[in-house]
């Protein structure tokens, strides 16, 4: 049960796009179209923002989008906020029948 | 509306034994299956563990496997996690969450979490 590999961080200026990647194995990210995505702000419980793969919650803003392509998801950013700054983690279900989480990116908006 | 309220927190020695709760209530809780996940201080998630809809399957996460246990009183609306011999690594923010999508991490509503100090 290693960790999904993510990036330690990422930053953007308002209004630009980034990308956050998440890395697995066949055995996780790669075997399962169920990765989801959780933004964190400090001291606040995380928040679902993208479930299986690409689909947001309702009230989660369309700025925020999911992908795949192997064994790595993707989550974009459009239209960087202020608001946007924050920890993120990717998560998988596993061949064990568990759940992965990756080590978090912190996204920084200058 | 949905709500998950942790408990049982604490500070506790190296080697004893703490009991969390997670009471729930704004849903059917016995329609969904439910999750620990754990934040140590200043660091990333980690997933502990997970019980079906109905008790009758439980999972966990090779770090707490044989120490922890998780359970629920759907009667009561009640999750639970019997965590034994604990060790220093232990210390965390614990976090009930609920899953939409079972087993699958999927999850839509968390609690405010109970901080877990292993601590001699």
């Known amino acids: 049960q290693s960790a999904l590999t993510q990036p330690a961080s990422v930053s953007g200026s308002p209004g630009q796009s980034i990308t956050i990647s998440c890395t697995g194995t066949?055995?996780?990210?790669?075997?399962?179209?169920?990765v989801s995505w959780y933004q964190q702000h400090p001291g606040k419980a995380p928040k679902l923002i993208i479930y299986?793969?690409?689909n947001r919650p309702s009230g989660v803003s369309n700025r925020f989008s999911g992908s795949k392509s192997g064994n790595t998801a993707s989550l974009t950013i459009s239209g960087l906020q202020a608001e946007d700054e924050a920890d993120y983690y990717c998560?998988?279900?596993?061949?064990?029948?568990?759940?992965?989480f990756g080590g978090g990116t912190k996204l920084t908006v200058l | 509306q949905v709500q998950l309220v942790e408990s049982g927190g604490g500070v506790v020695q190296p080697g004893r034994s703490l009991r969390l709760s997670c009471a729930a209530s704004?849903?059917?809780?016995?329609?969904?299956?439910m999750h620990w996940v754990r934040q140590a201080p200043g660091k990333g998630l980690e997933w502990v563990a997970l019980?079906?809809?109905?008790?009758?399957?439980?999972y966990y996460a090779d770090s707490v496997k044989g120490r922890f246990t998780i359970s629920r009183d759907n009667s009561k609306n009640m999750l639970c996690v019997q965590m034994n011999s604990l060790r220093a690594e232990d210390t965390a923010v614990y976090y009930c969450?609920?899953?939409?999508?079972?087993?699958?991490?999927?999850?839509?509503?968390w609690g405010q979490g109970t901080l877990v100090t292993v601590s001699s």
């Open positions: 704004g849903f059917t809780f016995s329609s969904y299956a």
């Open positions: 998560s998988s279900y596993t061949s064990s029948s568990t759940v992965v």
């Open positions: 019980i079906s809809y109905d008790g009758s399957n439980e």
């Open positions: 066949s055995s996780d990210v790669g075997g399962y179209n169920y």
């Open positions: 969450a609920r899953s939409f999508g079972g087993n699958y991490p999927d999850f839509d509503y």
């Open positions: 299986d793969v690409s």
